[in-house]
C-alpha cells in the first residue's frame, strides 16, 4: 500500500500562474486534510472534507479550493498563485474525525 | 495569544539525555493531546497521544498532560540519534475533531 501519495515534489510557479496539488490515498480513510507549513510556524489547516461531495475551510483557506470527488482523491488549487502562498504544502487523512492523522510527503512551492 | 505555544529550539543534547519537550495551550475545551514527529523534508508521523489530563509511556516516550496549567510535555529517556527531529504539539478539541499544532520543537541528539 502507498498510504498517502502528493504529486509534485517541487514546483516554482510565477506569481499569478495556477496549479493544482495532487493528494492521492488508498487508505480507505473518509476524512481528508491541506495544511500549509511555514518555517517556525508548525502546520495550519487550508481546507479538509469529511467524505466525497463534502468540503469545508480551515484556518486559512484564502487563495485555494478543493473538490472531493472520490474518495481516494483529494486534489488542492491555487488560483493567482501570490508569494505568500510560498510554503511546504502537506495532504493528510484520518479515518472518522480520527486525531491520528496520516500525512504525505509534502509539495514544496514555491512563487517568485 | 496564540492557542497552542511551543519553543521552536533548536534544542541539541548529547545522546543518552533524557529530553523534556513542552507546550502551553489557553482552550481549556482541549481533551486529547497528541504529538507528531517530523523527519527533516518529510511529513508528520503520530508519535504517540493521551486523553485528559495523566501520563502515557510508550518505551523510551512519556507524554503528559496537566490540565490545570494547561501543560503538555514529552519526555524522551536515553535519547539516540535518531531522534533528531522536529516534535509537534497538537492538541484537539472533541467538539471541533480539529488538531492544533504548535510550532514545533528542533531536536538534535549528538552522538
Known amino acids: 500500500n502507498a498510504g498517502v501519495t502528493q504529486t509534485p515534489k517541487f514546483r516554482i510557479l510565477k506569481i499569478g500562474q495556477s496549479m493544482t496539488l495532487q493528494c492521492a490515498q488508498d487508505m480507505n480513510h473518509n476524512y481528508m486534510y491541506w495544511y500549509r507549513q511555514d518555517p517556525g510556524m508548525g502546520l495550519k489547516l487550508i481546507y479538509y472534507s469529511v467524505g466525497a461531495g463534502i468540503t469545508d475551510k480551515g484556518e486559512v483557506p484564502n487563495g485555494y479550493n478543493v473538490s472531493r470527488s472520490t474518495t481516494e482523491d483529494f486534489p488542492l488549487r491555487l488560483e493567482l498563485a501570490a508569494p505568500s502562498q510560498t510554503s511546504v504544502y502537506f495532504c493528510?487523512?484520518?479515518?472518522?474525525?480520527?486525531?491520528?492523522?496520516?500525512f504525505g510527503p509534502g509539495t514544496r512551492l514555491t512563487v517568485t | 495569544q496564540k492557542e497552542v505555544e511551543q519553543d521552536p529550539g533548536p534544542l541539541s543534547v548529547p545522546e543518552g539525555a533524557i529530553v523534556s519537550l513542552n507546550c502551553t495551550y489557553s482552550?481549556?475545551?482541549?481533551?486529547?493531546f497528541m504529538w507528531y514527529r517530523q523527519y527533516s523534508r518529510k511529513g508528520p508521523e503520530l508519535l504517540m497521544y493521551?486523553?485528559?489530563?495523566g501520563n502515557k509511556e510508550d518505551g523510551r516516550f512519556t507524554a503528559q498532560v496537566d490540565k490545570s496549567s494547561k501543560y503538555i510535555s514529552l519526555f524522551i529517556r536515553d535519547s539516540q540519534p535518531s531522534d533528531s527531529a522536529t516534535y509537534l504539539c497538537?492538541?484537539?478539541?472533541?467538539?471541533?475533531?480539529?488538531?492544533?499544532f504548535g510550532q514545533g520543537t528542533t531536536l538534535q541528539v549528538k552522538p
Open positions: 493521551t486523553y485528559s489530563s
Open positions: 493528510a487523512t484520518s479515518q472518522g474525525s480520527g486525531y491520528e492523522q496520516y
Open positions: 482552550n481549556s475545551a482541549f481533551q486529547y
Open positions: 497538537a492538541p484537539a478539541s472533541s467538539n471541533t475533531g480539529k488538531l492544533i
